[in-house]
């Protein structure tokens, strides 16, 4: 690939959208000691009871507070220290990509009784009848708590790709020549984009929750209410706040108890998940290790579950540095420094074309690449909203009162915003895997929906879109070795699929669209009960 070929494929949809929105892509500090504020990062993502957590905090205010809580169907106050010194550290200009490098200003142990979930870490610096509030969150793992069986593995790749704090993400920022450009290095070491871990309610999702109507311009409201309120504009792409918050507590809420851990734990550990009869995964889970896939592979061979909520499995990431840096060249594998030293099967790229060429269906029976947007503007902004299922009589649909041809999950929206697909055949009206991108024929196909990688584009004056063409060109150049204008129709299209798969003595059953908790959060009886019967069914016998 050119480098005039590799900027257009980093740089178009950071162009068509810069007019309005460049100017707030990034959250991160003021680096000015007038303008009060607070930020806070722990060295790790995840702890076990008795594990020491350590604060690095800087703050403009003389004093400040901390608290911490577990977020689960209540939030619960565990813990609150008033009254600390304050010290304003100083950032780097490159924290997003190298870390903040800040002193630990304060550190607790985690008590032996707390139970496992995500615990929201709250700072507050005060100047006068000023109030500057942030947040953190920890994964905390009950070590001596052996009930789980179902373990919800939080999509933390994904989390730090999306994380543009300081400057830069795997999207856009301040990286790169021109300081405009995506970073393929990301540190961990630094805060989380405010909206990753709280939220307040009404915060918009990234699906509107009505279509739009013929001839209106396309809008996006989550990140109009992001400008509007100083949040992230990539809020409800990742973080905890968006997607596994909202399924640990409809799980909590119906009786599951779930240990909670990151997808960075089964690098560092690739057996963590055989202790449990059921592995979830939730929302967008996107950016993953070879080794994080690994572990997930070797855990269903042997005899795991898993239930997969989630969308867009496209990106094979590496980390670094004992866990503090993650990187991914994404569009631009062949700059990855291991591109020409090796070992080759850690390039970092997109799991269906070169360099790494491991399909993404054989790990959780859909792809990427042959998905991705979906109710997302004008990427099938007028469809359903919804699956249309095919095997109505497929256990999962079980008391769900679904019929051939009926759509799961149209009213609650939950088809979107990024969908996984396959590549298929239609024989007297039901879908099968015709395997031409490497997926099982054993994979039976139960419901589905259509998706798109280029914005229908309708004239509408002002109108200014979301996704460009570089999406659909690079599908193109990888899996036709051309974009032509042939190649580049056939890749428009894409589809968003309900699989269920029989794989060595485990088994897989993937929901891929990233907006399944939001029939979760809206009540939808349907999407419910499909869920219930996928927890169920995956635990072991006699047991939730």
Same mark, same amino acid.
């Given at each position: 690939?050119?480098?005039?070929?590799?900027?257009?494929?980093?740089?178009?949809?950071?162009?068509?959208?810069?007019?309005?929105?460049?100017?707030? @892509? @990034?959250?991160?500090?003021?680096?000015?000691?007038?303008?009060?504020?607070?930020?806070?990062?722990?060295?790790?993502?995840?702890?076990?009871?008795?594990?020491?957590?350590?604060?690095?905090?800087?703050?403009?205010?003389?004093?400040?507070?901390?608290?911490?809580?577990?977020?689960?169907?209540?939030?619960?106050?565990?813990?609150?220290?008033?009254?600390?010194?304050?010290?304003?550290?100083?950032?780097?200009?490159?924290?997003?990509?190298?870390?903040?490098?800040?002193?630990?200003?304060?550190?607790?142990?985690?008590?032996?009784? $707390?139970?496992?979930?995500?615990?929201?870490?709250?700072?507050?610096?005060?100047?006068?009848?000023?109030?500057?509030?942030?947040?953190?969150?920890?994964?905390?793992?009950?070590?001596?708590?052996?009930?789980?069986?179902?373990?919800?593995?939080?999509?933390?790749?994904?989390?730090?790709?999306?994380?543009? $704090?300081?400057?830069?993400?795997?999207?856009?920022?301040?990286?790169? *020549?021109?300081?405009?450009?995506?970073?393929?290095?990301? *540190?961990?070491?630094?805060?989380?984009?405010?909206?990753?871990?709280?939220?307040?309610?009404?915060?918009?999702?990234?699906?509107?929750?009505?279509?739009?109507?013929?001839?209106?311009?396309?809008?996006?409201?989550?990140?109009?209410?992001?400008?509007?309120?100083?949040?992230?504009?990539?809020?409800?792409?990742?973080?905890?706040? *968006?997607?596994?918050?909202?399924?640990?507590?409809?799980?909590?809420?119906?009786?599951?108890?779930?240990?909670?851990?990151?997808?960075?734990?089964?690098?560092?550990?690739?057996?963590?998940?055989?202790?449990?009869?059921?592995?979830?995964?939730?929302?967008?889970?996107? @950016?993953?290790?070879?080794?994080?896939?690994? *572990?997930?592979?070797?855990?269903?061979?042997?005899?795991?579950?898993?239930?997969?909520?989630?969308?867009?499995?496209?990106?094979?990431?590496?980390?670094?540095?004992?866990?503090?840096?993650?990187?991914?060249?994404?569009?631009?594998?062949?700059?990855?420094?291991?591109?020409?030293?090796?070992?080759?099967?850690?390039?970092?790229?997109?799991?269906?074309?070169?360099?790494?060429?491991?399909?993404?269906?054989?790990?959780?029976?859909?792809?990427?690449?042959?998905?991705?947007?979906?109710?997302?503007g004008k990427c099938v902004g007028a469809g359903p909203g919804g699956f249309t299922v095919y095997r109505q009589n497929h256990w999962a649909f079980e008391n769900a009162n679904l019929g051939y041809g009926d759509i799961l999950g149209g009213n609650s929206r939950i088809f979107g915003y990024e969908v996984d697909g396959l590549s298929y055949r239609f024989e007297d009206g039901l879908p099968y895997p015709d395997c031409r991108d490497g997926a099982s024929p054993d994979i039976v196909i139960l419901a589905m929906g259509l998706a798109a990688n280029v914005e229908a584009d309708h004239g509408v004056w002002g109108e200014t879109l979301y996704i460009g063409d570089a999406d659909?060109?690079?599908?193109?150049?990888?899996?036709?070795?051309?974009?032509?204008?042939?190649?580049?129709?056939?890749?428009?299209?894409?589809?968003?699929?309900?699989?269920?798969?029989?794989?060595?003595?485990?088994?897989?059953?993937?929901?891929?669209?990233?907006?399944?908790?939001?029939?979760?959060?809206? !009540?939808?009886?349907?999407? !419910?009960?499909?869920?219930?019967?996928?927890?169920?069914?995956?635990?072991?016998?006699?047991?939730?």
């Amino acid at each position: 690939m050119t480098a005039e070929q590799a900027k257009k494929f980093i740089a178009p949809r950071t162009r068509a959208r810069a007019r309005h929105i460049l100017d707030h @892509y @990034y959250i991160g500090p003021a680096r000015d000691s007038e303008v009060l504020e607070i930020w806070g990062y722990t060295p790790k993502i995840t702890y076990k009871t008795g594990e020491t957590v350590q604060l690095h905090v800087s703050t403009t205010a003389e004093e400040w507070d901390f608290e911490v809580g577990r977020d689960g169907r209540e939030y619960i106050k565990l813990m609150e220290e008033t009254g600390l010194s304050g010290c304003h550290q100083p950032t780097p200009a490159d924290c997003s990509v190298n870390g903040c490098d800040w002193k630990v200003a304060v550190e607790f142990a985690i008590p032996q009784e $707390w139970p496992s979930g995500g615990y929201l870490v709250t700072f507050r610096a005060r100047r006068g009848s000023d109030i500057a509030e942030e947040h953190h969150i920890i994964l905390v793992r009950n070590v001596r708590d052996e009930s789980s069986q179902h373990v919800l593995v939080c999509a933390t790749g994904t989390w730090l790709a999306y994380n543009c $704090w300081g400057g830069s993400n795997h999207y856009e920022g301040i990286a790169g *020549s021109d300081g405009r450009s995506f970073s393929p290095v990301l *540190s961990t070491q630094r805060p989380w984009s405010r909206g990753f871990c709280k939220l307040p309610e009404g915060a918009p999702r990234a699906l509107r929750e009505h279509p739009a109507r013929p001839g209106e311009m396309a809008r996006y409201p989550y990140m109009e209410w992001a400008y509007s309120y100083g949040y992230s504009k990539k809020y409800a792409s990742a973080g905890w706040a *968006s997607y596994e918050r909202h399924f640990a507590r409809w799980a909590e809420a119906e009786g599951y108890h779930l240990d909670i851990v990151a997808l960075h734990d089964l690098e560092a550990d690739p057996d963590i998940l055989n202790r449990y009869s059921c592995a979830i995964f939730v929302g967008h889970d996107e @950016y993953w290790t070879a080794g994080m896939r690994d *572990s997930v592979d070797s855990y269903v061979e042997s005899g795991g579950r898993v239930a997969r909520f989630a969308g867009n499995f496209l990106w094979q990431t590496r980390i670094e540095d004992e866990g503090r840096r993650q990187i991914c060249y994404k569009y631009i594998a062949e700059r990855d420094p291991l591109y020409e030293t090796g070992p080759h099967e850690l390039v970092t790229g997109a799991w269906d074309a070169g360099p790494v060429n491991r399909p993404g269906a054989l790990t959780f029976g859909v792809n990427g690449l042959n998905g991705v947007y979906a109710a997302l503007g004008k990427c099938v902004g007028a469809g359903p909203g919804g699956f249309t299922v095919y095997r109505q009589n497929h256990w999962a649909f079980e008391n769900a009162n679904l019929g051939y041809g009926d759509i799961l999950g149209g009213n609650s929206r939950i088809f979107g915003y990024e969908v996984d697909g396959l590549s298929y055949r239609f024989e007297d009206g039901l879908p099968y895997p015709d395997c031409r991108d490497g997926a099982s024929p054993d994979i039976v196909i139960l419901a589905m929906g259509l998706a798109a990688n280029v914005e229908a584009d309708h004239g509408v004056w002002g109108e200014t879109l979301y996704i460009g063409d570089a999406d659909a060109e690079y599908k193109a150049q990888k899996i036709y070795g051309e974009a032509t204008p042939e190649t580049l129709d056939a890749c428009q299209r894409g589809n968003g699929m309900i699989v269920s798969w029989k794989r060595g003595s485990g088994e897989v059953f993937t929901a891929a669209t990233c907006e399944w908790v939001a029939g979760l959060i809206r !009540e939808d009886a349907q999407v !419910e009960q499909v869920t219930r019967n996928v927890l169920n069914r995956f635990a072991w016998p006699g047991r939730k």
